[in-house]
C-alpha cells in the first residue's frame, strides 16, 4: 500500500479527498515517486483509490495534463480493476494511449481477461486490433 512517505500519500492510503484536494492545493505534488513499483501517487490512487480521491487529485493541473499524456493513470485503473476511475479517466483520456512498450489499456484488460473493462473500453472506441511494438494485438 501507500507507504506514508508523504502527506499526499497518506491522504490516499486514508481515502480522505477533502484533504487530498487540499494538499494539492498547497503544492503536494501528485506526480511523486518513491512507491511500491515506483508508481507516481497519482498512478498508484487511480489503481487502488476511490473515485472521490481521484477526482481530488485531478484538481492539479499537473495531474490532469498526466493522465491525458501518459498511458499509466489509465492503464494502471484497468489493472487495478478499479472500474469507476478508468470509466471517469475515459471521459477525458484516449483509450488508445499507449504505455510501456506500446501498451494500450485494452492490453491489460485482455491479458486480465477483464470483460466488465473491455466492454467499458470498447465503448470509449478503444482500438481492439492495437498492435503493440512486438507486434501483439489484445486478441493475440
Given amino acids: 500500500g501507500v507507504d506514508g512517505e508523504t502527506p499526499l500519500a497518506r491522504a490516499i492510503g ?3 479527498p477533502e484533504m487530498v484536494e487540499e494538499l494539492v492545493m498547497y503544492g ?3 506526480l511523486f515517486r518513491g512507491h511500491e513499483y515506483d508508481f507516481t501517487v497519482l498512478e498508484y490512487a487511480c489503481k487502488q483509490a476511490s473515485l472521490e480521491v481521484v477526482q481530488a487529485l485531478l484538481h492539479c493541473p499537473r495531474a490532469k495534463d498526466c493522465c491525458l499524456t501518459k498511458a499509466g493513470p489509465l492503464i494502471l485503473s484497468v489493472l487495478g480493476g ?3 476511475v478508468y ?3 475515459l471521459k477525458i483520456v484516449d483509450p488508445n494511449i ?3 512498450f506500446g501498451k494500450t489499456a485494452m492490453h491489460t484488460a485482455a491479458s486480465q481477461d477483464d470483460v466488465r473493462a473491455i466492454l467499458t473500453l470498447l465503448q470509449h472506441n478503444a482500438d481492439m486490433n492495437a498492435a503493440d511494438d512486438s ?3 489484445p486478441l493475440h
Fill in 14 to 16: 486514508e481515502e480522505d
Fill in 28 to 30: 503536494a505534488d501528485p
Fill in 82 to 84: 478499479n472500474q469507476e
Fill in 87 to 89: 470509466t471517469e479517466l
Fill in 98 to 100: 499507449r504505455g510501456g
Fill in 135 to 137: 507486434g501483439n494485438t
